[in-house]
């Protein structure tokens, strides 16, 4: 320890600098956390600071005399009412407010009546009545809340159980139930009052507001991901994919879209308790007509959540194991990124409507749309011998015309399903004229890694010595590599099909809600 030989020297000083380093790096990173959690939504600030002066206003009652004086320490209510009823937006508050009176004024009246009731059956059987009302209530309010009607006043029916039970007991031992209960009521409604007075006069947060840009948020997140989506499937990245835990996990790091719209699919619960909050509320801002469909809101995102199944089917096929070769996704470029584009326009289109609160017709967007799609499934109709070229070229599998090197398929509908004399093959396809083999030399011409699955190297089989039959499967899974682009363009269609369900559903909403009719 002197530092003789074979000794060990600990630097104390070293340690604790290091320990001191360590701790400022992760006060920071907690500092920038919660810097970003404020960042992403200003209304959380805001709101904690509406409860702190909501909290404080209540609470001068207490501090000032003369208040205290009158209520006593029921006051107490007061606090405890603004803290459980304050909730983030204005409708929420309405919401439990109302529960919070309704709870606590049948909780007052039946303590009131049980009370009289105890006090005039005499010393010896007022406890056991009074026991026997507290099981009966909190049986019946536990099972009532459980009944799927009333399954939204749940917290009126909490509310009643805990305010019953308090006001009976202390009522009890104070000897007047009566004054008890009304001024507990009375410390209630202070409470209330004081609650939806800041929540509504400043600064509101409203429950409707945030379900308007909610959806239209949802909207812009569908469009991204499916551009995003598409571009990624079209470029050359030899598709090196990521671990398989990764996979599994959805952890596409560079792909922000995508995270996006897997908000969208789960933003089910949430769109619903914005409504049902917002119903409470009264009209105010742009929303200024009574009875606001506000209903109407989930059900359109409810279809949209449909057409963002087939955007993350489409994620699927981006990030499977089997990928169709590089050069047979891009033959059909021009159609997929054309549909995709007008797709992504409408269903923007359609967020901004909804944003605007204005009624487009979106008619002539959408006949360019189906136009596009029609083209694509000609394309894919047109080339679909590339799909299957691989299929082609195993030995025995399929009868050939020996004059042309045609497929020549017999007994299912596709006889002389290529005919080299009147068949019109653009530039850049595979000449049908030509033996069905030259598309394979020409790909492995053009690169010396084929871009698909399995994963091997184009010439790893030409070199000699290989078995014909390990030729044949590995030509039979580049056939299935090659579906995958008719998966992924399929599922490009569906998505296309069910826009026509979300166009109607926006209308629906457009009609219901009044907006401003603007024509396109």
């Not at 600990?10 to 960042?39: H, P, Q, R």
């Not at 026991?131 to 009966?136: H, T």
């Not at 078995?467 to 008719?486: G, K, N, P």
Request: charged share 20%.
């Amino acid at each position: 320890m002197n530092g003789k030989k074979g000794s060990v020297v600990i630097d104390v000083s070293k340690l604790s600098k290091k320990f001191e380093g360590d701790e400022g790096k992760k006060t920071g990173n907690a500092w920038m956390k919660i810097w970003e959690f404020c960042k992403e939504d200003k209304n959380r600030v805001i709101f904690a600071l509406k409860v702190g002066l909501a909290v404080l206003l209540v609470s001068l009652l207490i501090l000032f005399r003369a208040p205290y004086d009158i209520f006593g320490t029921n006051i107490i209510w007061s606090i405890l009412t603004v803290a459980i009823m304050f909730e983030y937006t204005v409708g929420a508050t309405f919401n439990r407010g109302f529960n919070r009176a309704l709870g606590s004024l049948l909780a007052g009246i039946l303590a009131i009546v049980v009370a009289q009731l105890a006090l005039s059956s005499g010393k010896v059987a007022e406890p056991v009545i009074i026991g026997i009302s507290i099981f009966f209530i909190g049986a019946i309010t536990s099972f009532m809340k459980l009944w799927p009607s009333l399954v939204p006043y749940e917290y009126g029916f909490r509310v009643i159980l805990f305010t019953y039970c308090l006001i009976i007991v202390s009522g009890y031992r104070m000897g007047n139930p009566i004054t008890t209960a009304m001024d507990r009521l009375y410390s209630i409604a202070i409470g209330g009052f004081v609650a939806v007075l800041v929540n509504v006069l400043v600064f509101p947060i409203w429950a409707g507001e945030q379900l308007h840009n909610e959806l239209v948020t949802s909207f812009n997140s569908v469009a991204d991901s499916l551009e995003e989506c598409v571009k990624k499937y079209l470029e050359d990245e030899g598709f090196e994919h990521p671990e398989f835990s990764n996979t599994v996990m959805d952890e596409f790091p560079d792909e922000p879209a995508y995270k996006k719209c897997k908000k969208t699919l789960n933003s089910s619960a949430k769109l619903e308790s914005l409504a049902v909050s917002a119903k409470w509320e009264p009209p105010h801002g742009r929303f200024r007509h009574f009875f606001y469909p506000w209903s109407e809101y989930v059900r359109v995102g409810a279809v949209l959540r449909y057409c963002a199944y087939e955007v993350m089917a489409l994620h699927g096929v981006l990030h499977s194991e089997i990928q169709a070769p590089y050069n047979l996704r891009i033959t059909f470029q021009s159609e997929i990124l054309e549909a995709t584009t007008q797709a992504a326009q409408l269903v923007r289109n359609l967020g901004q409507d909804i944003s605007n609160m204005r009624h487009s017709l979106n008619t002539l967007l959408l006949k360019k749309l189906h136009n596009s799609t029609v083209r694509l499934q000609r394309a894919i109709d047109t080339h679909s011998y590339l799909l299957i070229s691989d299929l082609l070229k195993l030995p025995q599998a399929i009868p050939c015309d020996q004059t042309n090197q045609l497929p020549v398929i017999d007994g299912n509908g596709l006889t002389n399903f290529l005919d080299s004399t009147t068949q019109n093959v653009p530039s850049g396809t595979l000449a049908i004229g030509q033996p069905v083999e030259s598309y394979h030399e020409m790909m492995r011409k053009q690169s010396r890694r084929l871009h698909s699955w399995p994963s091997r190297e184009v010439d790893a089989y030409e070199e000699g010595g290989v078995d014909t039959e390990v030729v044949t499967r590995m030509r039979a899974l580049e056939s299935t590599a090659a579906l995958s682009l008719a998966t992924f363009t399929s599922l490009l269609i569906e998505f296309v099909a069910r826009l026509d369900h979300l166009v109607e559903a926006v209308d629906e909403l457009s009609k219901m809600a009044k907006f401003k009719e603007e024509s396109v």
